[in-house]
Nanobody, 115 residues
Framework: QVQLVESGGGLVEPGGSLRLSCAASGFTFSLQWIYWVRQAPGKELEWVSDINLDGTTTRYTDSVKGRFAISRDNVNNKMYLQMNNLKPEDSAVYYC????????RGPGTQVTVSP
């Protein structure tokens, strides 16, 4: 079955960086677009970024453009989200998923941006 497991979250000060990882199994990773979504307390799930099959096309929600970078490793079935210049409003649980609505998402990894 599809399994996605996120890691790499933590507590960071504003302006700091984190690199999230997503390990995938149970499906043909190289044949799927992969998505990052996030959910802050009391808010709806929000699409953050996605990447096409070979990594040549990436898309970002406006609030993270220029600060976040998505990438993938089809050999090792992993995806990454490099997050730079983090802001308090980036605080959320981050999930990797198989669609922009969070389908098949993993347990998530908490990102907290606070002084």
């Amino acid at each position: 079955q599809v399994q996605l497991v996120e890691s790499g979250g933590g507590l960071v000060e504003p302006g700091g960086s984190l690199r999230l990882s997503c390990a995938a199994s149970g499906f043909t990773f190289s044949l799927q677009w992969i998505y990052w979504v996030r959910q802050a307390p009391g808010k709806e799930l929000e699409w953050v970024s996605d990447i096409n099959l070979d990594g040549t096309t990436t898309r970002y929600t406006d609030s993270v453009k220029g600060r976040f970078a998505i990438s993938r490793d089809n050999v090792n079935n992993k995806m990454y989200l490099q997050m730079n210049n983090l802001k308090p409003e980036d605080s959320a649980v981050y999930y990797c998923a198989l669609n922009k609505h969070g389908g098949s998402r993993g347990p998530g990894t908490q990102v907290t941006v606070s002084p």
